[in-house]
């Protein structure tokens, strides 16, 4: 995962002028579990992809959700509830570029 640094400076860089900066962050209770770092990608007419910051391009091979160490599992149910809620995010699709086949949480999302 990037540096909070680094994604500004991504999203400064690289972002067009219809994409929206979508970080989701997930609760478990009061505690913040996890974040993933989104941006919506608009494309005409009205389809909106979701995406990691960064994914897509040469300089990032890090995509992946940060969370709190033991909450693969859960942290996967919790964000998997949160993405089917997506009216918040209003997407409709979700493209994942640049992430670990290994990555037990992005594995848990795909499979549900």
């Not at 579990?33 to 941006?39: G, H, I």
């Not at 910051?53 to 996967?76: K, Q």
Request: hydrophobic share 45%; with cysteine; proline share 3%.
């Amino acid at each position: 995962m990037q540096s909070a640094d680094w994604i500004m400076a991504w999203w400064s860089t690289f972002a067009k002028q219809h994409d929206e900066l979508c970080l989701q962050m997930v609760l478990d209770g009061d505690e913040l579990v996890a974040v993933a770092p989104w941006y919506l990608q608009n494309h005409w007419p009205r389809v909106r992809c979701l995406r990691f910051l960064g994914d897509g391009m040469i300089c990032s091979d890090h995509s992946t959700i940060v969370r709190l160490p033991g909450y693969d599992e859960a942290g996967g149910s919790l964000l998997t509830q949160s993405l089917r809620q997506g009216a918040a995010l209003s997407w409709d699709s979700i493209k994942l570029e640049a992430v670990s086949g290994t990555d037990m949480l992005i594995r848990q999302i795909v499979d549900d």
